[in-house]
């Protein structure tokens, strides 16, 4: 969330770091739109403001006339009274038709870029900052061909994208054996590494989240289509009430339209007795209302249950400190978190994109990290989470490079990102394994987290961090890759032989 103050103050500034970011064209006139809507805003705040004291000091004079007995001068304050109402009300809807839209462009503007982000439109923009290959050579790399994690996953039995197709469709697999036990060591090992080398603290978090929560983050409201809801009605729910009020219509139509008949032959027809068309606009009324009535009922209860499964556990972790005021000393040190959870994400905008194997998942594993710090210590913070997460990669001996990402390229609530790209053998390139970055305060302003330097009376926003240590199926995709020998095993890096009982081999034999 950006602050209106400082928009203000340095309009210009703000406007040109903007104009940074790949925004839409629709964006960008929002973004000049800015102060028009403060200034109306501010300028109805001042009438409702104004007409309020106004309207308080002539009723407290009312009484005073009546005690005096001078009812012309109380009927003067009262109709002043009564003009100011009017007043206060238009200027309430003008104020609050100038904030909502001012609200809404502000929180649907991703947040401006670090001045050493690099400029760029997408990928192509970012910029290679350091690269590691491991002492010995990967299995893998001394294969003229090496299979993909797919072809090597389903030759040993034990990765399975059919099963799990016909039980929850595109974008799933079922892990098995030795290749879920993997899946578990990388995870365990990637955990203890955080929290026994690195000192983070391992939260096990909610990973189902309500509106606020996600907003926090920035998941919402611009991202609300690559989200799964929970206890929320879908689309097939609609039309299946839109279909039981077309039914319902159809069957009080004939239902008024048989009494209206009966009643017209019991009474002869009498003028006195309404038409059946009359009967039957007024049964139809009844009975519109009536599913109107609890289709409003369902819809209310359902928005206040909602819930949103977690993109990452960025979310829940973040939002731990919502709505907070921290004391400066809790801040001594960046409070880092760490927690590993299952994903979900829809991947609306990834249609055609990675449609083979494990690269992009609807439900995946990942280890996040997540830190809370002072605005002074946020640049540093962010460095040392980024060789955080290397480590892991470096550990497991998996060739990686570290890229930092343009301005086009960045998440919607950083300022500054890395990636960290690991060697696929099959795709002859790198691939993305983890994303690192810096929101100064942006999520921080929009879930309200604040600290108090110790002998001030006011508060900051702290500065919120975030990042990969690592995404586990992605991890689990280079390990096959880079580790798989020609005979179609797979060697366990040695790293993980302790988690995986001793087991140094998969497969083979």
């Not at 929180?107 to 010995?136: C, I, K, Q, T, Y």
């Not at 090597?152 to 799990?164: N, T, V």
């Not at 020609?486 to 998969?506: C, H, N, Q, W």
Request: charged share 25%; aromatic share 6%; with cysteine.
């Amino acid at each position: 969330m950006h602050d209106i103050r400082f928009i203000r103050d340095n309009f210009d500034a703000w406007a040109a770091a903007m104009t940074r970011r790949s925004l839409s064209e629709e964006q960008r006139g929002q973004i000049a739109q800015v102060l028009d809507l403060d200034v109306k805003a501010r300028a109805a705040q001042t009438v409702r403001q104004d007409a309020e004291a106004g309207r308080n000091a002539a009723s407290k004079l009312i009484g005073a006339a009546k005690a005096k007995k001078d009812e012309a001068e109380a009927q003067r304050l009262m109709a002043e009274v009564a003009r100011l109402k009017d007043v206060i009300e238009g200027a309430s809807k003008d104020e609050e038709a100038a904030a909502g839209a001012l609200r809404a462009i502000l929180e649907a503007l991703p947040n401006a870029p670090a001045p050493d982000a690099p400029d760029g439109a997408d990928e192509h923009g970012n910029v290679e900052v350091r690269r590691w290959d491991p002492p010995s050579q990967t299995p893998a790399q001394a294969m003229n061909d090496p299979k993909d994690h797919v072809a090597l996953g389903e030759a040993l039995g034990m990765m399975d994208f059919e099963a799990a197709a016909r039980m929850s469709g595109a974008r799933f697999v079922a892990l098995k054996g030795k290749l879920a036990q993997l899946e578990r060591a990388l995870a365990a090992f990637m955990v203890d590494l955080q929290t026994e080398a690195h000192g983070y603290q391992e939260v096990s978090p909610p990973l189902l989240v309500r509106d606020n929560a996600a907003f926090g983050t920035g998941q919402l409201p611009k991202f609300k289509e690559d989200l799964f809801s929970v206890g929320m009605l879908s689309e097939g729910d609609i039309q299946h009430w839109l279909w039981e009020s077309k039914i319902a219509e159809e069957f009080v139509v004939d239902e008024a339209l048989g009494l209206a008949l009966l009643t017209q032959s019991r009474t002869g027809g009498d003028q006195n007795e309404q038409p059946p068309e009359i009967l039957i606009a007024v049964a139809i009324e009844r009975e519109a209302e009536r599913i109107v009535t609890r289709l409003a009922s369902d819809l209310a209860t359902n928005v206040g249950n909602r819930h949103w499964l977690i993109p990452t556990a960025e979310v829940s972790l973040t939002n731990l400190y919502r709505e907070t005021i921290l004391d400066e000393s809790q801040l001594a040190s960046p409070i880092r978190m760490t927690a590993d959870t299952p994903c979900f994400r829809s991947e609306a905008g990834s249609a055609g994109r990675d449609t083979r194997g494990m690269i992009r998942m609807h439900q995946f594993r990942k280890v996040e990290l997540v830190s809370i710090a002072k605005p002074e210590d946020s640049e540093a913070e962010h460095e040392r989470m980024t060789q955080c997460a290397e480590e892991v990669l470096k550990r497991l001996g998996l060739p990686f490079r570290t890229m930092l990402l343009c301005t086009g390229d960045m998440g919607f609530s950083a300022k500054k990102t890395y990636d960290l790209e690991v060697w696929l053998p099959s795709q002859g390139k790198y691939r993305e394994i983890s994303s690192c970055s810096n929101c100064g305060e942006f999520q921080a302003r929009r879930m309200d987290g604040r600290f108090r330097r110790e002998g001030q009376k006011g508060t900051e926003f702290f500065h919120t961090l975030n990042g990969s240590g690592l995404a586990v199926g992605r991890t689990l995709v280079a390990v096959l890759e880079n580790y798989q020998n020609a005979d179609g095993s797979i060697t366990v890096p040695e790293a993980l032989v302790p988690y995986m009982g001793g087991v140094r081999t998969i497969g083979g034999g």
